[in-house]
């Protein structure tokens, strides 16, 4: 659960129409708890797809080798969101914006996970325009479950994560494309199809 009331601020109208700095040719997979969103970046990286992976999963990855426990890490929601958000931003300044990238999460999923924590989206609002992606796709929930996950995961977080994400992409003036939940192998052909085309 969210330690503090969920942030349901509108995005600010005078930031919200900022011109993106950057076209890039990078696809954003992104989506609530259990979607399969690391299965698939994995399977597109063996089929030689360049990918960057989930900046929250390798800063909990990073933290927790130097010995900090996750308890300590979700202590305080706000610092751990902020620096989620930094690295995010770290592991795209170094991106080729003309590389074709699979990306496991884009800037702007910070903007609902400010929100789920009671944090102000507008916050990293104004950089969430540094990088214009090329596509933006919102994976479906799968029917599975994982004893440990690093975020909230329970099914009032994950719907709220769900609907938010995708009004938050949409703000952003991106047209979000649903992924529902069939094989792998057909989501990959549907993925495959879209930026084909």
Not at 5 to 12: A, G, H, I, V
Not at 35 to 50: A, D, M, V
Request: net charge negative; hydrophobic share 40%; glycine share 6%.
């Amino acid at each position: 659960m969210a330690a503090h009331p969920p942030n349901l601020s509108r995005l600010d109208p005078n930031l919200v129409n900022t011109p993106y700095k950057v076209q890039t040719n990078w696809h954003i997979l992104t989506g609530a708890a259990c979607t399969g969103k690391t299965t698939l970046i994995q399977e597109l990286s063996t089929r030689g797809f360049h990918i960057l992976p989930e900046s929250a999963r390798d800063y909990f990855d990073r933290e927790l080798a130097r010995g900090v426990t996750l308890d300590q890490l979700m202590a305080d929601s706000a610092a751990l969101q902020r620096n989620i958000f930094a690295l995010q931003k770290d592991y795209e300044r170094g991106l080729d914006p003309g590389t074709a990238a699979f990306l496991d999460r884009g800037m702007p999923d910070s903007l609902s996970f400010f929100r789920y924590w009671g944090l102000d989206p507008n916050e990293v609002l104004p950089d969430c325009f540094q990088h214009c992606y090329r596509t933006v796709f919102l994976l479906d929930r799968l029917p599975l479950h994982r004893e440990v996950t690093l975020g909230p995961e329970d099914d009032a977080a994950s719907t709220f994560l769900d609907g938010w994400l995708e009004r938050d992409y949409t703000s952003l003036g991106y047209r979000v494309i649903r992924v529902p939940p069939i094989s792998l192998e057909e989501r990959m052909k549907l993925i495959l199809q879209v930026i084909s085309g």
